[in-house]
């Protein structure tokens, strides 16, 4: 039986109408040539339906505690598994364009999982135009965390095109499979550039290891010292700005994603001697200031960024925990595109030297108490007058070769994450083949404008393309993927 | 600026992700001869879209309390008000059937309204089978009760298949021309039978006119007395034996419906010389008993329902508060047909009797001794095991005539109401031109087999065909119609 954690408990606690706490995230595929939309949408969810043997968290509720007014703290089989309520069939008003999608996912993504039962969704989209079709999941973050829910994605998919699903991919029959799977690809993987550490940056920083059993206030003491060794190191609630997205939010999401090919942007931090990582970051800021120079007020403080940062050493596949919190200075008040670039890089790299200073249990001190304020604001319900952030940018490993599911060729994994009061805004990205799939979520109420971003990443990766002295001959994206 | 009476501050506090209070319901409409249905849903999404002057409640939002965790106390203007987010698009995943819109109604109907902007949501739903189309409505109980919604409704709608709408059904202008209307529709309406009476009961019992300035202390002392004159009288808590709908519910609802010949109910009342209010009641109870019989266990104890009963006088159809609730003895537990008519007529021509004994002033503390104790039963958390009724079944007058929405016949009008702990089932029914319209919405997990009571009600109602004498050519309802 499955025990919550202090930190999934209080993803519980800090949920809301206007705060809903899953992630989850869209798929985008074409049908396989020559294959009947209808039958083969039709045979997913014959799959997707089979609630045999399924494995946590698909099968399991949180069972209430016996105590009044207590939270839960343990997972228990759901005795009446409804797999018709969890996996939905939905269609796409015509003419079936992205902005269709994201507007339905959009929906989708604002409204509250039933705590009665397993705490996810999972919808198959009909409807789209060129024979493409998607999926659009939800999940708790009481339940998961990024990485699990990326090890859960890859674990539907196949790089073979003429590979068939044979169980349902919330089986524990598949996610067996994959566990043996992944050995292998993780061998294939350390002969590609670029290598794993580079884009190694993962969405939800706080890890299950802390369990229940941490005594918050020692490790409060004992962090602090960790803490205060560099006094330039950026800390969270230091010098946030406000600007429209650093609110008290409503109940509406807007999502909105695009791909950019994966080679541009490693190029650029190639030639600027940086990261994948400090590029995308790069690519964030010129957006987040154009955006706020165009739509609102340019703070003359700069943006501060929460960018989740793996730790796990190049080897390791299986740990899910590794996973800290850098707050990067995103240096949105400087006009120079090389100071900002290298601002941000050296924020991210001070992050790091920390990190790799202290010991594997101080870094999980740190990664909790790098949380705890947000939390604890959070629960006393004034965090958009004290937004720990000003947004949230993660990067996650996603599959290095095309990807299919059941012969459909997957063309897109858009993350789509969990915003809250006082930090309105998550930009994820995941890699995923030869491009870099960015997903996201913001505010409907103080974010209305948010798909201007897209541009404005573009805008961003082209200036960071000049200033690297790079001239493709053909500067936007692919664009034949969502604006 | 409105006001919020203490009774609408209730329906908010009692609300939660497992018991959303909005109420609504599914218009289901065939387009005009040759009309190209992409094009008219189009006009119609941008008549809908228009945010000029729109009338109370779809420009206005909660207005938060100025002193914290009080509830709030007006409504006031929305200044950023948001069409988009308020009228929306969607679509039927094929083939399109009745089956595939209760699907996509039921989740729309599961999910909380955003407490930051105007409470309601407005579907426009294509896809539909045999060029129908969908609309689905949800306002906040807060905001609206069911009388006004009808109008609303009604206000949409003409008579005309060539009448096309000029303003927005949300504006001003719109419900300001409906309400000059109304008395000639009226004075149409009283030369036919059935009479006003006949179809009067109407769901949303809680009148506005009770106001906050209410002491419900007093009201109760007050009340009782009245509440005591009859001992027969079947009151609220009473002898609610339990069954699978009376429990605590989950976060999903399960909505559906079908329409019935209105010529078909009238005539068993007029043979049994019972109103057609009492026939919709043996309708339903005949079906809860089969249900109940089949899929669960009879109890010994007959089943209670609440029936909204409008005492407006048969020539006013502006007033909206004269409405009380009658509990209904809809004794499941008899056998035989007639007794079970019998009971049912008797129960309702008691609690109509106690009503008529009281004076306005004295019918409005009555209702709300009706009401109080389930409210407060429902902040305390205990209704699921004090259920107040076993089932509401309201009769709510619609149009007599067949109506047009811009040309496009109107089939249906199926309402969907809100249901709560303890009694988590509503059977309400619309008289609209020549059917009757039954739309009924349950606890997924309490009623997972409602679809079946659709069945159990035609079997109830060739039952009392065959207890009146009528022998109609064909039994089956207008099996065209939702099943």
Redesign the interface.
């Known amino acids: 039986m499955h025990k919550l954690s202090s930190t999934d408990t209080l993803f519980l606690l800090n949920e809301s109408?206007?705060t809903p706490m899953h992630v989850g995230g869209v798929h985008l595929f074409t049908l396989p040539e020559g294959a009947d939309e209808?039958e083969f949408l039709s045979d997913l969810g014959e799959l997707l339906h089979d609630d045999a043997a399924l494995s946590f968290p698909f099968g399991q509720r949180l069972r209430e505690s016996r105590l009044p007014s207590c939270p839960p703290i343990r997972w228990e089989e759901d005795p009446?598994l409804?797999m018709e309520?969890h996996v939905?069939?939905?269609?796409?008003?015509?003419p079936g364009r992205y902005r269709?999608l994201f507007?339905?996912v959009s929906?989708l993504h604002?409204?509250?999982l039933?705590?009665?039962?397993p705490l996810w969704e999972f919808n198959l989209i009909?409807?789209l135009q060129n024979r493409q079709f998607a999926t659009y999941s939800k999940v708790h973050h009481a339940a998961i965390d990024g990485a699990m829910g990326m090890h859960l994605a890859n674990s539907m998919y196949s790089s073979d095109p003429d590979s068939r699903a044979e169980h349902s991919p919330f089986s524990v029959r598949s996610f067996k499979r994959y566990q043996h799977k992944l050995a292998e690809l993780h061998a294939d993987a350390n002969d590609e550039t670029p290598t794993a550490d580079e884009i190694s940056s993962v969405n939800y920083m706080v890890s299950e290891a802390l369990g229940s059993a941490v005594n918050v206030g020692k490790a409060i003491g004992q962090s602090l010292e960790a803490y205060l060794k560099d006094g330039k190191l950026r800390m969270p609630f230091s010098e946030v700005p406000h600007t429209p997205f650093n609110q008290r939010l409503?109940?509406?999401r807007r999502f909105v994603a695009q791909s950019w090919s994966f080679d541009r942007v490693y190029a650029v931090g190639k030639a600027l001697d940086g990261t994948l990582n400090d590029t995308v970051l790069a690519m964030s800021a010129g957006a987040l200031r154009k955006y706020l120079k165009t739509h609102a007020e340019l703070p003359t403080v700069s943006l501060k960024a929460m960018a989740p940062m793996s730790l796990r050493p190049a080897g390791d596949v299986t740990s899910s925990n590794a996973v800290a919190a850098i707050t990067v200075d995103l240096a949105t008040n400087v006009a120079d595109a090389e100071l900002r670039y290298r601002t941000i890089q050296e924020s991210m790299r001070e992050g790091r030297q920390l990190l790799q200073q202290l010991t594997r249990r101080e870094i999980d001190f740190y990664t909790m108490i790098m949380q705890a304020p947000a939390i604890m604001v959070g629960l006393m319900g004034v965090e958009h007058k004290l937004p720990a952030y000003s947004t949230v940018i993660s990067n996650v490993p996603g599959p290095r070769k095309q990807m299919y599911w059941n012969g459909a060729s997957l063309n897109g994994m858009y993350p789509a994450s969990a915003i809250n009061h006082g930090t309105g805004l998550n930009i994820t990205m995941v890699s995923n083949n030869k491009s870099l799939d960015f997903g996201i979520v913001a505010c409907?109420?103080s974010m209305?404008l948010v798909q201007r971003l897209i541009d404005y990443l573009e805008d961003a990766l082209v200036e960071l393309e000049e200033l690297a002295g790079i001239r493709p001959q053909q500067r936007r994206g692919r664009s034949e993927q969502p604006a």
Do not use: C, N
Not at 114 to 117: A, K, T
């Open positions: 109408r206007e209808i009446k409804d309520y939905r069939h939905s269609a796409l008003p015509r269709e507007a339905l929906r604002s409204t509250l039933d705590r009665s039962r009909e409807g409503s109940g509406a409907l109420d209305p």
